[in-house]
C-alpha cells in the first residue's frame, strides 16, 4: 500500500490541475468536463456504464484468453520446431507494422456487428506479446540445465514440461502484463469499428451526442478496468511464480 | 611428456574390472571465426577407472577437465580415440551409465529440495509422488529430511550442493561424474562438503570421476589422481593415494604421505 503512495499522489495532483484547468471560464464546456462533472456523469450513468463495461469486459476478456492461448502455443511450437521458428518468426515480427485500427472495420464486414470481430481484434493485439516474450523465456534457459536433463535421460516432451516451461513462466508474465494492458484498447478499436453496446460504442455516441461528462466517465472506467486486469495478472504471478520473489531476496 | 612420478601401482586393468576407459581421446573445438585456428580441448589422454574406484582429475583451469568430463558422460564425442563405460563406446550408452553433476548445483527455483532431487527419477519416467517417496529416504539418510520442503532459494550454498548429489545419486547410474562440484563454494563450506562427500560414497559405492582444480581436494577424495597439463590438456602424472579410508580431514592434510604427494603433484602441474 506504501508504494502506491506516490502515484497515488501525482493522481490527486493531476485531478487538481484538471480542475483547475476545467473551471477557467475560456474553456469550453463541450471539449473539457470538469472532475466533478465527471464524478456526476459517473454516479448518474452508473447502470449505464455498467451495462456497458460488461460487454467490453467480456470482449477484452475472451480476447485475452484466445491471445493467451495462441500465442503460448505458437511459442512453444517455435521452441520446439526450429524451421517454423524461422519461417514464422520475422512474419510475425512485420505483422505488427499492420495498424490495426486499420483492420478492425474489415473484421467487421467480414464477422459482422456481434462479438466476433472484437475478439479477432482483441486477441491479434495480445498475440504477439505473449508470443516473443514467451519464446524469449523458453530459449533462456540455462544450457547446463538442459545438459543436466540430457544426462538424466530426459525426453524432449520431458524437458518441456520440467524445465523449460516453468522457466519461461516469468517471461510469460511479462508478456501477459503488457497483453492485458493493451486488450482494452483492442476492445475500443473494435467496438469503434462498428458495435450495438460496450464502452466504447458508448464514449463515441456520447461524443457525438455532445455528452462530454460521459466520455470522459467512459474512459474512467476504460482505465479503471485496464488497470483491475494488470493488477490481477500481477496477482496470477506472485501465485505461479513464488520463487521468483525467493530468488530475487537471496 | 608423459613423466610417471611413480610407478604404476596398479596392475593393468581387466576389462571385468575396467568401469571407465579413454584410449587416445582428443577433442578439437572449431575456432570461433572461420580462419581462427581450432583449440585442442583434450589431447591424446589414456587412462582408465576401475569399477568402485574414485579418480580425482586435476589440472589447470582451462585444460579440459570439464570436456574430459563430458566425453565420459556421453555429452561429447571425441575426435579421435575411444571414450568407453563398461566396454561400450556409444555415447547412448555412456549417458545411460553415468550420473552428471555441474560446478553449479543447477537446482531448479520452483521446485522444493526434495523434489529436486526426485528429478532424477522423474526423468525416468517414475511418477511425481512415488519419485518423492522414492527419495524421502535418501534425504533421512543423509540428514536433510528437515529441508525436504525448502526451495532451493532458501537453501545455502553447501546444502544446495548436497541436493545436487543426492539428485546425482538418485539417477541411479554406476558412474559418478562430477565436474568441480564444491568450486562455487567457500573454502570452510567446502572442506565440510568433502568430507561429507567421502562419507557419502563409503556409504553409496559407486565408480567415481571427480575433476577438480584444487590438488588438495583431488587428494583428500581419490584412490587415485591423475595430473593434466594446461590446455590442450594430456596427462602428466598418475598418483596413487595410498592413504588408508576413512580419512579424517585434519590428520590427513598434515598426514607426511599426504603432503609428499601433494608437492609431486604440485610438481607435475608446474611442469
Known amino acids: ?250 | 611428456m608423459r613423466t610417471r612420478l611413480e610407478a604404476p601401482a596398479v596392475e593393468p586393468l581387466s576389462i571385468e574390472r575396467t568401469s571407465v576407459a579413454l584410449s587416445g581421446a582428443t577433442r578439437t573445438y572449431p575456432g570461433r571465426s572461420r580462419s581462427a585456428k581450432p583449440t585442442e580441448g583434450l589431447a591424446d589422454v589414456t587412462l582408465s577407472v576401475a569399477r568402485g574406484e574414485v579418480l580425482a582429475v586435476v589440472g589447470p583451469s582451462g585444460c579440459g577437465k570439464s570436456t574430459l568430463l563430458e566425453l565420459v558422460c556421453g555429452l561429447q564425442e571425441p575426435d579421435r580415440g575411444e571414450v568407453s563405460v563398461h566396454g561400450d563406446n556409444s555415447a547412448a550408452a555412456r549417458l545411460s551409465q553415468c550420473a552428471y553433476m555441474a560446478q553449479r548445483d543447477l537446482l531448479l527455483p520452483w521446485r522444493d529440495a526434495i523434489a529436486n532431487a526426485a528429478l532424477a527419477l522423474e526423468c525416468q519416467g517414475v511418477g511425481r509422488r512415488e519419485a518423492r517417496r522414492r527419495a524421502a529416504p535418501l534425504f533421512r539418510r543423509f540428514g536433510l529430511d528437515s529441508f525436504e520442503g525448502a526451495l532451493p532459494g532458501e537453501l545455502s550454498g553447501g546444502m544446495r550442493q548436497r541436493v545436487a548429489f543426492l539428485r546425482t545419486l538418485l539417477a541411479g547410474r554406476p558412474v559418478l561424474c562430477l565436474d568441480e562440484p564444491f568450486a562455487a563454494l567457500d573454502s570452510i563450506t567446502r572442506a565440510a562438503m568433502q568430507e561429507w562427500l567421502a562419507d557419502a560414497l563409503a556409504g553409496e559405492p559407486r565408480t567415481v570421476v571427480c575433476v577438480t582444480h584444487d590438488v588438495e581436494e583431488a587428494l583428500f577424495l581419490g584412490d587415485r589422481v591423475v595430473v593434466l597439463s594446461a590446455r590442450p590438456g594430456r596427462v602428466v602424472a598418475e598418483l596413487r593415494v595410498d592413504l588408508p579410508r576413512p580419512r579424517p580431514r585434519r590428520e590427513t592434510v598434515t598426514d607426511a604421505r599426504f603432503v609428499e604427494l601433494k608437492e609431486q603433484a604440485l610438481e607435475a602441474l608446474a611442469a
Open chain 1, 1 to 250: 500500500m506504501r508504494r502506491l503512495l506516490p502515484a497515488g499522489l501525482i493522481l490527486l495532483a493531476a485531478i487538481g490541475l484538471w480542475q483547475l484547468v476545467a473551471s477557467i471560464g475560456s474553456v469550453d464546456d463541450l471539449t473539457l468536463a470538469s472532475p466533478l462533472e465527471t464524478a456526476r456523469s459517473l454516479a448518474d450513468d452508473w447502470q449505464l456504464l455498467a451495462d456497458n463495461a460488461l460487454v467490453t469486459l467480456t470482449e477484452v476478456a475472451l480476447g485475452l484468453a484466445i491471445g493467451v492461448a495462441l500465442g503460448a502455443a505458437s511459442a512453444v511450437a517455435m521452441h520446439l520446431v526450429r524451421p517454423l521458428r524461422d519461417a514464422a518468426y520475422p512474419l510475425l515480427v512485420a505483422s505488427q507494422a499492420i495498424p490495426i485500427v486499420v483492420l478492425a472495420p474489415v473484421f467487421v464486414l467480414a464477422f459482422d456487428y456481434g462479438i466476433g470481430p472484437k475478439l479477432v481484434i482483441v486477441a491479434l493485439i495480445c498475440f504477439f506479446p505473449i508470443t516473443v516474450s514467451m519464446l524469449d523465456g523458453l530459449r533462456a534457459v540455462d544450457a547446463d540445465v538442459l545438459k543436466l536433463m540430457r544426462s538424466l535421460g530426459a525426453s524432449r516432451l520431458a524437458t518441456l514440461r520440467k524445465a523449460e516451461l516453468p522457466a519461461s513462466l516469468p517471461q510469460f508474465f511479462s508478456g501477459l502484463k503488457v497483453a492485458a494492458s493493451v486488450s482494452v484498447i483492442g476492445a475500443v478499436f473494435g467496438e469503434w469499428a462498428g458495435a450495438n453496446d460496450g464502452l466504447g460504442r458508448l464514449v463515441l455516441l456520447a461524443n457525438t451526442q455532445l455528452q462530454t461528462p460521459r466520455v470522459y466517465a467512459g474512459i474512467v472506467v476504460l482505465t479503471l478496468m485496464a488497470v483491475a486486469l494488470f493488477a490481477l495478472v500481477t496477482l496470477a504471478e506472485r501465485v505461479a511464480v513464488p520463487w521468483k520473489r525467493t530468488e530475487a531476496s537471496r
